[in-house]
Nanobody, 123 residues
Framework: HVQLVESGGGSVQAGGSLRLSCAASGYTYSSYCMGWFRQAPGKEREGVAAIDSDGSTSYADSVKGRFTISKDNAKNTLYLQMNSLKPEDTAMYYC??????????????????WGQGTQVTVS
């Protein structure tokens, strides 16, 4: 079965950096989209960054120029490098995987599998 396990969250001061990792296993997609979403208390889950199997990336306007999504195919691991963090970046961060067309929008419903999340707190 598909399993996604996030790590790398923590507490950091504003202006600092964190790198999130998502170890993926069990998926057989040859054409896929992997994304990072976040959800703050009382708010809806929102898309942050996505990357497809060809390596094309997309970012939410709120994180452009600060966050970088990447993947290591040999390690089956997705990353999110977060720089210049702001208090408004505080949220639970989730990785997800779906078919390639999931990258065409920020709709969470397009993704088939989700990790358990990792907390990021910026003060």
């Amino acid at each position: 079965h598909v399993q996604l396990v996030e790590s790398g969250g923590g507490s950091v001061q504003a202006g600092g950096s964190l790198r999130l990792s998502c170890a993926a296993s069990g998926y057989t997609y040859s054409s896929y989209c992997m994304g990072w979403f976040r959800q703050a208390p009382g708010k809806e889950r929102e898309g942050v960054a996505a990357i497809d199997s060809d390596g094309s990336t997309s970012y939410a306007d709120s994180v452009k120029g600060r966050f970088t999504i990447s993947k290591d195919n040999a390690k089956n691991t997705l990353y999110l490098q977060m720089n210049s963090l702001k208090p408004e970046d505080t949220a639970m961060y989730y990785c997800a995987i779906g078919w390639r067309w999931a990258c065409d929008s920020w709709s969470a419903s397009r993704y088939n599998y989700w990790g358990q999340g990792t907390q990021v707190t910026v003060s």
